[in-house]
């Protein structure tokens, strides 16, 4: 029997299967992300509980699984997990969008087409500010090194001061970043969903359509209530 290795597959059954696998990349990775999202929001929300219900949390978060793991070292677990989500989903996003633009070479006629392209941009957009906000948020919180209002060893202490009224701005870029965070959970889990193969008839579409939407609003609102709070004075 003659077996045909992948290599010999012609170019446009291999350029498909990679599509479809950096497809796959994009979903498993994404919905990695949106399990983090949904965690860390759960744990901010502590900040309704109080100083030391939020420390405590924060203390955990680094004490997970000791004594058979070191200090932090189920954190640092969640993190290299996490910096190789974003890095594949970055590479497989890379790698959609050029394939996409080489295949664009006739003008699209159809409207639904075009939205499909709006979206896609924005989707493309509203990824890159959430990797400028992640970013900052990181130098903010985790290493510190932007320091806008004061650095405290409590972590509820950071926070608080994170989103005082003097220093509003600070509040704006994360509701912005909380906008674009809805909008590509939205979207994300929707394509996601697709590509899983979970959307074969009406019904299933209708589902995974309000499962978008419900992460998306749930996530973004929930990260949002605190430092509203804080904002208004009522966290102090
Ligand atoms: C209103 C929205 C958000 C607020 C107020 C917030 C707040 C915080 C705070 C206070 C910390 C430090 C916790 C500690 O000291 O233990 C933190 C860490 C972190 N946040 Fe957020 N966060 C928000 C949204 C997000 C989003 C949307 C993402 C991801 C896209 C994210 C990713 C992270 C990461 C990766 C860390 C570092 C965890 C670590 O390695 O220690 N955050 N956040």
């Not at 012609?10 to 994009?26: G, N």
Request: aromatic share 12%; glycine share 6%; charged share 10%.
């Amino acid at each position: 029997m003659r077996c045909v290795a992948t290599s010999t597959l012609p170019p446009s059954i291999q350029a498909r299967r990679t599509t479809i696998a950096m497809k796959l990349v994009m979903a498993v990775s994404g919905s990695l992300f949106v399990l983090f999202v949904i965690a860390h929001m759960y744990g901010n929300l502590k900040m309704f509980g109080g100083q030391a219900a939020y420390d405590d949390y924060a203390h955990h978060l680094r004490t997970l699984g000791e004594p058979i793991a070191p200090y932090s070292g189920v954190l640092w677990i969640i993190r290299v997990v996490l910096l190789g989500s974003v890095l594949a989903h970055i590479y497989s996003a890379f790698y959609l969008w050029s394939r996409a633009q080489g295949a664009r070479t006739t003008k699209y006629r159809m409207k639904k087409a075009a939205a499909a392209t709006i979206s896609a941009r924005f989707m493309r957009w509203g990824g890159v500010a959430l990797l400028l906000f992640l970013i900052w948020h990181i130098l903010q919180f985790t290493t510190r090194t932007i320091n806008v209002n004061g650095s405290h060893d409590s972590p509820y202490d950071n926070y608080v001061a994170a989103f005082q009224p003097s220093v509003w701005w600070v509040f704006v870029i994360y509701a912005l970043a909380m906008v674009a965070l809805a909008m590509h959970i939205r979207h994300g889990v929707w394509s996601a969903t697709q590509t899983l193969g979970w959307t074969g008839n009406v019904r299933a579409r209708r589902r995974a359509n309000t499962l978008a939407i419900t992460l998306a609003a749930v996530v973004s609102i929930g990260f949002i209530l605190p430092a509203v709070f804080v904002l208004f004075g009522v966290i102090k």
